[in-house]
């Protein structure tokens, strides 16, 4: 068996990567699971109706990846913004730096962030509360469910009112997701009501979680200037 060769895997994963910005990344890939699911509805024939539950699968499975995706750029941009993201970092794993790793490192080939973020076990919303409270050196998931945020013009939108549905949504995506890659799921298949569900959740955690992660961007900025 060949040897796993981790630094080409982070070069490769980053050059599969179009669109730089982490958030533009995650609204470019929603937007086009939205526009295939609106498709696939448009489909929805007596001799489809096998072909969609089989397709309608895929889209946990996709918006698991992209949660993934964004949070592990997530983990790389902060801790690659150095102090004090990246003395929390080793609060996150224990992984260890060889001469290779180092090299590579030195020579800006791969980040710091980007190693220590390849590495991480991100498939739960547990992984994603624990890798980000450590590094925002707060609770990430109750200061993101229990906060007001002034995203719109007309007023403020909370989650607190809504967490035991919010939470359990994401946390059902997450298992779903598990059951669909790793199982036959011959009985599974999404519906309206569960795409939209997983969707919603899967939206109000990014889009929230940017408005977070800006503010303590910016507020470290502010800090070390």
Same mark, same amino acid.
């Given at each position: 068996?060949?040897?796993?060769?981790?630094?080409?895997?982070?070069?490769?994963?980053?050059?599969?990567?179009?669109?730089? /910005?982490?958030?533009?990344?995650?609204? /470019?890939?929603? !937007?086009?699971?939205?526009?295939?699911?609106?498709?696939?509805?448009?489909?929805?024939?007596? !001799?489809?109706?096998?072909? *969609?539950?089989?397709?309608?699968?895929?889209?946990?499975?996709?918006?698991?990846?992209?949660?993934?995706?964004? +949070?592990?750029?997530?983990?790389?941009? @902060?801790? #690659?913004?150095?102090?004090?993201?990246?003395?929390?970092?080793?609060?996150?794993? =224990?992984?260890?730096? *060889?001469?290779?790793?180092?090299? &590579?490192?030195?020579?800006?080939?791969?980040?710091?962030?980007?190693?220590?973020?390849?590495?991480? %076990?991100?498939?739960?919303?547990?992984?994603? *509360?624990? &890798?980000?409270?450590?590094?925002? *050196?707060?609770? +990430?998931?109750?200061? @993101?469910?229990?906060?007001? +945020? !002034?995203?719109?013009?007309?007023?403020?939108?909370?989650? %607190?009112?809504?967490?035991? =549905?919010?939470?359990?949504?994401?946390?059902?995506?997450?298992?779903?997701?598990?059951?669909?890659?790793?199982?036959?799921?011959? #009985?599974?298949?999404? !519906? =309206?009501?569960?795409?939209?569900?997983?969707?919603?959740?899967?939206?109000?955690?990014?889009?929230?979680?940017?408005?977070?992660? #800006?503010?303590?961007?910016?507020? =470290?900025?502010?800090?070390?200037?």
């Amino acid at each position: 068996m060949a040897q796993r060769n981790i630094l080409d895997e982070i070069i490769e994963k980053r050059n599969r990567t179009v669109t730089k /910005n982490r958030f533009d990344s995650f609204k /470019n890939r929603l !937007d086009s699971i939205d526009d295939s699911y609106k498709f696939l509805m448009s489909t929805t024939t007596p !001799d489809a109706t096998r072909c *969609n539950e089989e397709l309608s699968r895929y889209y946990p499975i996709a918006l698991v990846a992209m949660t993934e995706g964004y +949070f592990r750029t997530v983990i790389s941009d @902060l801790i #690659n913004k150095g102090s004090p993201f990246i003395e929390r970092a080793t609060q996150l794993s =224990n992984v260890k730096l *060889n001469v290779e790793t180092a090299s &590579a490192i030195q020579l800006q080939k791969i980040t710091i962030g980007e190693y220590v973020a390849h590495f991480l %076990r991100i498939s739960s919303l547990d992984d994603i *509360n624990r &890798a980000m409270s450590h590094l925002l *050196n707060l609770d +990430f998931l109750d200061h @993101l469910v229990d906060s007001e +945020f !002034d995203i719109f013009d007309d007023g403020s939108l909370t989650l %607190r009112e809504d967490r035991a =549905n919010f939470i359990q949504a994401v946390k059902d995506l997450f298992s779903m997701r598990h059951m669909l890659c790793h199982e036959f799921s011959e #009985n599974i298949s999404i !519906d =309206n009501g569960g795409y939209f569900r997983f969707v919603l959740s899967c939206e109000y955690l990014i889009c929230l979680s940017e408005v977070v992660i #800006n503010f303590h961007e910016q507020e =470290n900025v502010s800090t070390n200037t």
